[in-house]
């Protein structure tokens, strides 16, 4: 009987002595347990992917409703800008039509004041012609006369 007989020998009464302590149901009951954590570890990966695309679904919405939201005010803010741009411009319009009629009326005051003021002008200066033209010519009594008749008809003329 050699070394390699009782080799042969030793190793049968370990795998024996394996068996009888039950060492592969351990090692397959470890490798289970092994199995079913990481199994679990995948569903609940698994889980919190499904979670996390939900997460994102549900931000990337609420990103577009933000954009949209975002572009009505934008678009909002621009027509009433137009509408404000649109009453000033018709406001200034309106205030420079009113200045320019009022500076048209001043004008045709002035006008009128000018050319009242030429006519009384001229008025005295016929008068006071007249009345030295007649005091030379005419005597007290007629000249008065010719005097009220004359101021009173070139008073009728100018009104």
């Known amino acids: 009987m050699d070394a390699t007989f009782w080799a042969l020998i030793a190793l049968i009464i370990f795998l024996a002595i394996l068996a009888y302590l039950k060492v592969p149901a351990m090692l397959n009951g470890a490798l289970d347990k092994r199995a079913e954590r990481i199994k679990n570890e995948l569903d609940e990966a698994r889980a919190l992917r499904e979670e996390a695309q939900q997460l994102l679904a549900e931000y990337q919405r609420k990103r577009k409703e933000a954009e949209r939201e975002a572009e009505e005010m934008v678009a909002a803010a621009k027509r009433e800008a137009k509408i404000i ?10 205030y420079v039509t009113r200045r320019t009629a009022l500076a048209e009326q001043k004008i045709a005051q002035a006008e009128q004041d000018a050319v009242n003021e030429v006519r009384a002008r001229a008025v005295d200066v016929a008068v006071a012609a007249a009345s030295s033209i007649l005091a030379e ?4 009594k007629v000249s008065g006369a010719l005097f009220d008749n004359s101021l009173k008809e070139v008073k009728s003329k100018l009104n």
């Open 137 to 140: 010519k005419v005597d007290g």
């Open 85 to 94: 741009v649109a009453e000033a411009k018709t406001k200034t319009e309106e």
